[in-house]
């Protein structure tokens, strides 16, 4: 469709007139101009929601909200064309079979190996190896191989070594979803161990011996410790009503030597309406700050974070420093469980911390244990009730801790940003279906290819320069400050105001970071070899020549000089009163902006793989996504490498 | 850019021929100017009755007057002391913190002077119209203004030596009342009439301007703490008094030592610079959307946070930067 604009939301004088393209993955607008050709991707996948607005003079307004936050408003000159276009929309956005994905026609030119030592990058097995499994204490079940047992959870489970099939086969009929108590976290130290389940089915009196011996198995797997936490992350009050229904919570009587603790997270349709009221708040025109802060309170978003963090930071406490196990369930085990076990792993131990670390993190308590990506975050059409941001509370949660110990992540901000984004995107089958039953029936692994690989090959976008893993930031476990800590909870504007540029700095301090610690690293490498070369000179007769060109290529590559003033940013709108006053032409303001648009050689934006990319300005694109496997780039204007002044430009 | 005190117009719109010449002279002919006045239009009106007022425009037919209400005074010391209050009360809860930091109003001042500075800056960069800005005595608000407005439009005021020079000329000369301003701080009951945390105002707004543009101002948090405690108490006469008169009447310069002179010794300069400033001639436009000004943790939470893990992460940051 020709003619369209695609609106500014913070400045009406900046509408983009282009044409608007739907294919059987992307809309795609693109704006007219002799030598821009500014292109905005969005994934049908992405697309949360749109809206059909009043027409008016200049048209239909459009308004597509996307899962990453992104918010699209367009204007349709005709109406016919809009409602076609939103009818559309709406069934591109709404897929109903798993082929109609993304991640089913996604081609990044890799062979058969290749997409198979992507899939072999994260290996259970190896983890829990790592960890000091299998020992004297736990033990590698096969009890659920065909997913007999449980079809949530994975063909291999960890469980104490005195626990019997025939334990666990037990606890399970005991359990919701028959999610019994299994191994996340041990800790070989002082064998202290997390492990998860689902709320027990005992009502107001049921029990069930082989669940206590269940539990009995884990307390004596540590030794050092004469009872076991059961933390219970649900209010109270919902816990007790769950009895009704014959399900519940451990009776302490019951149970021996347990110690049972209410966390009170709320369920997934408050966490869904809360995200919903902060996206209200950041969709505000010109909010004061009073708006703002009344908004983002009343929305409950940073205390269901803090709820969360408490309550992992509650869990690590306990093994860390008590030396005490836990066995921490929700009702159904795979929402505010697999939140809290993460966020006290990361806190345990520093090896979730780097980057491979971090997604064996998310394979192993998310992946693994069932987390229902495709009800969660839509994959497919299905009941919007089971829609919630649970995935991206857990990613928020390092997010906060990231900025309160800067020394403490070898990944950086980006690299939660672009986790997120593709677990909404579907673009790799990591996050497709609701349990790896599901996805081995579908055939994933051989079909599709995986996140983890790509985010490993492009791993320099993602690092933190501040980071060294003999930081004492790095050393055991993390202690987030207790009360007064309301403060630290800071409104995280990189995700959900990512695409407004105004917020923004122009260049981000990591990358300028990240930038000289390659170039010394290179020239300490550099000097290395020279060394080496001088001594053997007295040897042979070698020519500097080489050398020389080869260091002055290298510099050149890494010329992001923090002082390439070309690039100016440009005000907000601060006053309406100076609108009336003749101003500058406007052709002034636009060169500066033009010179931030790269041409088209540049971006290879005839690429489709070049997803999503939402702005060029920033002209990094053609930096990271020049990868020969071609595919799957993100927009990297979130925090542009570009060779500029920290700026602000809101249009 | 200009600064003055209100004009006494006065209830009977007095007229003053000199002054209409003089900001007469300041414009070409066909130029237009603007007068940014930091009160209300309201306030303005108000401040007739008492001998004061606003330059009508027919007098002043080349000047357009814009109205920028800025707190000042008792108010914006109540603001102050129920901020700290806030932060150091342990038993607020999470779902009420944000609302009670809302109710200090601290956060909009912030705002509401970044967004006056930004529009005489724009004023002067993008209309390349002349301002002329004032409150009601031109001590206060005026003041914040126009030095705001400078590290904004002028990258010399953003060195080092260049933010001293500032602070000299903007505040120090121009004549803020620092020892009627900052008398007790937060923590006192004595709620003196003439206290009022401008100059704090003015520190928390170059902090967010440091935030936003983490290459670009040659000192970093250290250098403004450092300011900020010195205006309340300090070993050295830079801050007494209340003006260049009563300064020259108690001798400070043959009294007392200069804080410049020790701030800027070899030894002690480099605690105070910004490992990662590159000097940028732009003119920088900060973002004054709620989402990017934030709550100086680093002065409010001084003494409440450990700040030991952003300290090494400063350490790593000083290191990387200075081998490269």
Known sequence: ?651 | MLRSSQPLTGPNRKRCREDEMLLGMVLDEGERGFIIDTRSAQAAKQARMSGGGTEPKSSYPQWRRLHRPMERGRPLQESFIRLVEACNDTSITMDRWLSRLESCRWLSHVKAALSTACLAAQCMDREEASVLVHGAEGTDTTLLVTALAQLLLDPSCRTLLGFQGLLEREWIEAGHPFHLRCAHSAYSHARLKQEAPLFLLFLDCVWQLSRQFPFSLEFGERLLLTLFDNAYASAYGTFLCNNEKERCLCKVKENAHSLWAWLNQPGEKQQYLNPLYSHNVLVIWPSVEPQSIQLWQGLFFRWIRSSQYLDEAWAEIQRLAESS
């Open chain 1, 1 to 651: 469709v020709e003619n369209v604009r695609l609106l500014d939301r913070l400045s009406s004088r900046k509408a983009a007139l282009g044409t608007l393209y739907l294919t059987a993955t992307h809309v795609i607008f693109v704006e007219n101009g002799s030598e821009t050709r500014k292109e905005t991707w969005v994934l049908h996948s992405q697309i949360s929601s749109i809206e059909k607005q009043a027409t008016t003079a200049s048209g239909c307004p459009l308004l597509i909200r996307c899962k990453n936050f992104q918010v699209i408003q367009l204007v349709i000159p005709q109406e016919r064309d809009c409602h076609d276009i939103y009818i559309s929309l709406i069934r591109l956005a709404r897929p109903v079979k798993y082929e109609e994905l993304y991640c089913f026609s996604f081609n990044p030119k890799l062979d058969k190996e290749e997409r198979e030592q992507g899939w072999k990058l994260v290996d259970l097995k190896e983890e829990y190896n790592r960890m000091g499994i299998p020992n004297n204490y736990w033990q590698i079940s096969d009890v659920n191989r065909d997913y007999g047992v449980c079809d949530s959870y994975p063909t291999e489970v960890y469980v104490p070594k005195s626990a019997t099939a025939h334990i666990i086969v037990g606890s399970s009929k005991f359990r919701s979803r028959r999610r019994f108590p299994a191994l996340s976290y041990y800790c070989k130290d002082n064998n202290a161990s997390i492990c998860r389940s689902s709320q027990p089915l005992s009502g107001f009196s049921a029990r069930c011996l082989e669940d206590e011996q269940m539990l009995q198995a884990i307390r004596k797997a540590n030794p050092g410790s004469d009872f076991l936490y059961v933390v219970d992350t649900r209010p109270k009050l919902n816990a007790m009503a769950n009895r009704a229904a014959g399900k519940g919570y451990e009776n302490e009587d019951n149970y021996s030597n347990i110690k049972f603790q209410f966390i009170g997270i709320e369920n997934i349709h408050v966490m869904r309406n809360s995200l919903q009221k902060m996206l209200e708040v950041c969709e505000l025109k010109s909010p004061s700050m009073s708006d703002f802060l009344w908004g983002l309170e009343n929305s409950g978003w940073l205390k269901h974070i803090k709820a969360i963090m408490d309550a992992g930071i509650f869990i690590a406490k306990a093994v860390a420093e008590e030396g005490v196990s836990v066995l921490v369930h929700c009702s159904d085990g795979w929402d505010r469980t697999a939140q809290v076990c993460s966020v006290a792993s990361l806190l345990l131990d520093p090896y979730y911390r780097t980057m491979k670390g971090f997604m064996v993190l998310i394979e192993k308590d998310w992946v693994s244990f069932g987390h229902k990506f495709n009800h969660r975050y839509g994959n497919l059409d299905g009941d919007p009730k089971e829609i919630s941001p649970v995935i991206d509370q857990f990613i928020e949660c390092v997010w906060q801790l990231m900025e309160q110990f800067p020394c403490a992540f070898e990944f950086n901000e980006r690299f939660l940003i672009h986790i997120q984004h593709h677990i909404y995107s579907c673009q790799f089958g990591n996050f497709l279906c609701n349990s790896q039953k599901e996805r081995r029936e579908l055939k994933i692994q051989e079909r599709t290819y995986s996140l983890w690989a790509h985010l490993w090959k492009n791993c320099a976008d993602y690092l933190n320069p501040l980071y060294r893993s003999n930081h004492s930031q790095m050393q055991g476990t993390l202690c987030p400050q207790m009360a007064p800590c309301n403060f630290l909870y800071k409104f995280w504007s990189g995700m959900y105001n990512r695409f407004e540029k105004g917020l923004h700095p122009r260049q981000s301090v990591t990358d300028y970071l990240m930038a000289v610690k390659e170039e010394t690293q290179q020239l300490e490498e550099e000097l290395e070899v020279l060394g080496e070369r001088l001594a053997n000179l007295q040897k042979s007769q070698l020519s500097y020549n080489k050398v020389k060109s080869k260091q002055q290529d290298q510099s050149k590559q890494l010329g992001l000089s923090t002082s390439n003033n070309s690039l100016a940013n440009t005000p907000q709108e601060y006053s309406n009163d100076l609108k009336s006053f003749p101003s500058r032409s406007p052709s002034q303001g636009d060169e500066e902006d033009s010179a931030l648009i790269l041409t088209q050689d540049n971006l290879k934006s005839s690429d489709p793989d070049l997803s999503a990319n939402s702005d060029q300005e920033s002209g990094v694109e053609d930096l990271s996504c020049r990868s020969p496997s071609g595919g799957g780039c993100l927009p990297s204007e979130d925090s542009g490498k570009d060779s500029d002044e920290a700026v602000f430009l809101i249009v």
